[in-house]
């Protein structure tokens, strides 16, 4: 157990509607990242938010966003879902200073 | 931009045999390196690290050294089990920007 916790484990819904997925950093963890794992694309990294200000992005779409709010959890916020957007969101934490992140047991989410 | 190639998979391998899985990367700077382990149906787990060239990182009876003059950060056991069948993931992070570059990833299945 990482110490990393994510809600739901499953998601399914249907295209064009929003989801909210939710993390939990480690205890003492200022930095959450948020990364994406599809069978066409492998893990890619979406999102960082340390210690409530976004910190970098990767390949994110617009439709997606992510805040950090001052218990240090983080919600990724997904709308107009398209089917291809299906996949296991990661979220990870990280301590300042340190080159680690904890991953998360991930959210499977899947758009019908 | 930064890269990570990794084996192709699947590895197939009986009990007590040993293992290599390859993994070399592109990267400007110094990144450090990282194997992540993920059993079926859970998050990835990290196995080991190294943050500069020449060291080793070392977990479970898992090692690799940061090889700087090959680009290389290969995956080493001396003996698999069973209970090692899982897809192993080498990563750098980029300490400038934080987020993990991930490779595509090799299953290694262990037959006893």
């Known amino acids: 157990d990482s110490g990393v916790t994510q809600t739901p484990k499953h998601l399914i819904t249907a295209t064009g509607q929003r989801v909210t997925l939710r993390c939990s950093p480690r205890?003492?963890?200022?930095?959450v990242y948020w990364y994406q794992q599809s069978l066409d694309q492998g893990l890619q990294f979406l999102i960082q938010?340390?210690?409530?200000?976004?910190?970098a992005k990767g390949n994110i779409l617009e439709r997606f966003s992510a805040q950090q709010f001052p218990d240090l959890h983080s919600e990724l916020n997904l709308s107009s879902l398209e089917l291809g957007d299906s996949a296991l969101y990661f979220c990870a934490s990280s301590r300042q200073g340190a080159y680690e992140q904890y991953f998360g047991p991930g959210t499977r989410l899947t758009v019908t | 931009g930064d890269s990570v190639t990794q084996m192709e998979g699947p590895v197939t391998l009986s009990e007590e045999a040993f293992l290599t899985i390859n993994c070399t990367y592109t990267a400007t700077g110094y990144p450090s390196l990282f194997w992540y382990v993920q059993y079926p149906g859970e998050g990835l787990q990290l196995l080991l690290k190294a943050t500069k060239a020449d060291d080793k990182g070392s977990n479970k009876g898992f090692e690799a050294t940061y090889r700087k003059e090959t680009t290389s950060f290969h995956l080493e056991k001396g003996s698999v089990q069973v209970s090692d069948s899982a897809v192993y993931f080498c990563a750098l992070l980029d300490t400038g920007r934080r987020a993990l570059t991930f490779g595509s990833g090799t299953r290694l299945q262990v037959q006893p």
């Open positions: 938010y340390y210690n409530g200000e976004e910190r």
């Open positions: 205890s003492g963890d200022l930095s």
